[in-house]
Structure formats: structure tokens, C-alpha cells
């Protein structure tokens, strides 16, 4: 069974903790629209993750390993420990500096919150090419399942630090990432930018002169990036910088910038398509916050907590279920979690939209046990069909699907860079 499974109760539990303590607080340290972009992202990452496993590690490991180290000895978990948290400092901070990295780790950088929600706003796309950078561990003779669990660890702990809640921690910080070093990371104030990449371990930043103090005396940090996604669309979320660096090597008339602009400094953009990158001003822009009414909110809540439960069964039986009925799955699940976006643009036509997403929820569970023999019980599309009906008399006798025209409408100073 995926282990994330196990961990989803703990992170669901601390968010709400999080939450009371910013409520007794009197800080908005949450959204409710941003939260469940960023939760919607974490379980695109993590559905997609059951389809997509390249096992590249394995297969170097498996090929090219120059040592065979025991994993029944302690020192060889630590080295593996230490090694991991080593590659992963520099995979992340080229996923900073080169183009086509960017366009996937940007994607834990969208919100413009800093909360626990934020931890599981991950890519569905890192896992292309985030492998290169764990290859030494490989060729070393790390074995594949030390890597796996070292791995796992270093992200579980990177859960914790994603709070504005835990202030300054004192010698810690000299050693560790901490939530005070780590939003300094997530900033996009100038002073800030491009800081503090470590995972566990503070002190590769320091080494390499990428670490900066969180300055209490300095302007407010502003989270998010420094050209904002202006969308609470997931699957988007993840293919937008994709789509516009494809236009650009589309467009472009250099040969060499349709080549070489995928690797190139992030925001980089060919010379005859684009003016020179501006450092955006931060300070004039207002956060993307298309105002809904309150039951829309709590009707979007209801019908992405089934989805958390929808998504966390599918993951507790995706190992022991046929490729098919798992790619079919993470597909239907990742419109349910369109959908919700939607709902919280709030687009019109959403009953129609609802409907929708309902019927194919429904024909897929039909479709799924007549190709693959009775995987889901009979109650699984009946408690669609009524949970469905029951949504759209909600949205039709309530008025809360109604048209809007109230949206964030300040304009966008950030479109300089990506």
C-alpha cells in the first residue's frame, strides 16, 4: 500500500490544528480557495504518481552500481540520508535556475498563502527529471529501497516547516531547515528570492552561499510567484509554463533559442518574441481571490472532501488493481478535481458543470466493473448518483450558482517573468 496513505489523517489533522491556532490567533493565514487548490495539486501529485513510476533509480542501481552497500548497516541509512538531503539541495536550486525545471517545481510555489496546505501543493511532472540528480547515489551502491525510504523521509519532514505559526527556533536554525529559513524560500520579496533550497539540512545553503536569515525588521514576506497562475485549476497549474515555453519555440525565429530555451535561466524568453525580463513590482499586485458566496464555499468544501476520500481509497487499493482501472482513475479523479476549481472561479453554468462531473463519476464505476469484474461494490455508483442529485437541488433551489461578476480584477504587474 502507498505509505502516503498511512500520513494523510496526521496531515489533515495538523492542518486543522493550524487552522483552529490561526483562528484564536485572529490572522488569515488560510483560504479556503487557495487551500484546496494547493490540497487539489497534492493529490493530482500523488494519483499521477501510481501511473507514472519510472523506477530509473532501480534500474542504474540494477546496472551501473560500482559498490553493493549492506542496508543492514546503520551507517550505510545515514550516508544515505545525509547523500539524499546532499542531491536533493541541488535538484531543488536548479529547479530555480534552469527553465524546464522551473516549469515543474514552480508549481509548489503558486500560492500566495503560507500554511500547511502549501507543503502538499506538489508537481505532478518533477519525476521526468528530478531522477538525474540521484544518480551518484545509485552508482554508489545505495540500495534502491534505503533511497526510497530516505527519500520519504526528508519529504515528510519538509511537512512541518510550511507554518507562519512557529517563529525563529534558535541554534536549530544554524543546523536545519526551519519554517523561519523556509519562508524566506517561499517569498518572492527581492531581498528574498532564489534563498535557502535545503530539505532537512540548512547547512548546504550556507555552504554555498544560498542562504539568507528571515529578516523580522523587513517588508511583509508576499508568497507566490513572481508571475502568478491566476487560476485554481490543477492539471493547469502544472502545464501552463510548459505550454508557454512550447509557444516560444514555436514562435521564435532563432533555431538555437528553440532549442536551447528549455535549459536555459528561468524566464529566460527569445530576444525577437519577448522584451527583456523586468523585476516585477510585488507591492502593487493583489492577491487572485474571485469572490464566492459563503455556501459555495461550504458546497465546494463538502464536494472536495469526498474527493480526499475518493482519492485516499483509490490510493489504498491502486497496488493490487489492474494499470487500466488505475490510469482510468487518476484521469476521472483529476476533472472531479477541475471541477471543483471551477466552482471556485465560479464560472456560470455550474449546475451544468456539476451534472457533468456526476454522470462521469458514475459511468466510469459502471464502465470500470464491467471491464474488470465487480472492483468497486454496487453502493459506490448508487451513492454517486443520490450525493449527485442531492448537490445539484442544492445548487439550483439555493441560489448560490447564480452568475458573478465579482472577481479580482487589479491588473497583473507581474507578467515579466514566469
Aim: no cysteine; proline share 5%; glycine share 6%.
Amino acid at each position: 500500500m502507498n505509505p502516503i496513505v498511512y500520513a494523510i489523517p496526521i496531515f489533515f489533522l495538523m492542518i486543522l490544528i493550524e487552522v483552529i491556532a490561526t483562528i484564536i490567533r485572529k490572522k488569515d493565514y488560510y483560504r479556503v480557495n487557495d487551500a484546496i487548490n494547493s490540497l487539489s495539486t497534492g493529490m493530482l501529485n500523488v494519483t499521477t504518481g501510481v501511473i507514472f513510476k519510472l523506477g530509473v533509480y532501480t534500474l542504474i542501481y540494477n546496472h551501473a552500481a560500482l559498490l553493493s552497500l549492506d542496508s543492514n548497516a546503520l551507517w550505510v541509512w545515514v550516508l544515505g540520508f545525509v547523500l539524499q538531503d546532499f542531491f536533493y539541495y541541488w535538484n531543488h536550486r536548479k529547479g530555480h535556475e534552469i527553465n524546464l525545471l522551473w516549469a515543474a517545481h514552480s508549481v509548489h510555489h503558486q500560492s500566495e498563502e503560507y500554511n500547511l496546505t502549501t507543503a502538499l501543493r506538489q508537481t505532478s511532472t518533477g519525476f521526468l527529471f528530478s531522477w538525474v540528480f540521484y544518480v551518484p547515489m545509485a552508482i554508489l551502491g545505495i540500495p534502491p529501497h534505503v533511497f526510497l525510504t530516505v527519500s520519504l523521509i526528508n519529504l515528510l519532514y519538509q511537512y512541518w516547516v510550511h507554518t507562519r505559526l512557529i517563529p525563529k527556533l534558535g541554534w536549530f536554525e544554524l543546523l536545519f531547515v526551519t519554517p523561519s529559513n523556509h519562508r524566506v524560500h517561499h517569498a518572492k520579496n527581492r531581498k528574498y528570492l532564489d534563498k535557502n533550497y535545503g530539505g532537512v539540512f540548512i547547512i548546504w545553503d550556507r555552504l554555498f552561499g544560498t542562504f539568507i536569515e528571515e529578516d523580522e525588521h523587513y517588508e511583509p514576506i508576499r508568497y507566490g510567484t513572481l508571475k502568478p497562475l491566476r487560476s485554481w485549476n490543477p492539471v493547469w497549474a502544472n502545464l501552463h509554463l510548459y505550454t508557454n515555453m512550447f509557444r516560444d519555440a514555436i514562435n521564435t525565429k532563432s533555431w538555437k533559442d528553440k532549442l536551447t530555451l528549455w535549459f536555459r535561466r528561468t524566464g529566460y524568453r527569445p530576444a525577437d518574441i519577448a522584451s527583456p525580463m523586468k523585476m516585477p513590482d510585488i507591492h502593487g499586485y493583489k492577491n487572485y481571490n474571485p469572490e464566492v458566496s459563503m455556501g459555495l464555499k461550504v458546497y465546494s468544501l463538502i464536494q472536495f472532501a469526498m474527493l480526499v476520500l475518493a482519492t485516499t481509497v483509490f490510493l489504498a487499493i491502486s497496488h493490487n488493481t489492474p494499470y487500466g482501472f488505475n490510469v482510468l482513475w487518476t484521469f476521472v479523479l483529476a476533472l472531479n478535481l477541475i471541477g471543483i476549481g471551477w466552482l471556485l472561479e465560479k464560472f456560470t453554468g455550474l449546475i451544468v458543470i456539476e451534472a457533468i462531473r456526476f454522470v462521469l463519476s458514475g459511468a466510469t464505476i459502471v464502465v470500470s466493473n464491467g471491464i474488470w469484474i465487480d472492483l468497486m461494490p454496487d453502493w459506490t455508483w448508487q451513492f454517486v448518483i443520490v450525493s449527485g442529485v442531492m448537490s445539484l437541488l442544492v445548487l439550483k433551489t439555493s441560489g448560490i450558482a447564480s452568475p458573478s461578476t465579482s472577481y479580482s480584477t487589479i491588473p497583473d504587474p507581474t507578467e515579466a517573468r514566469p
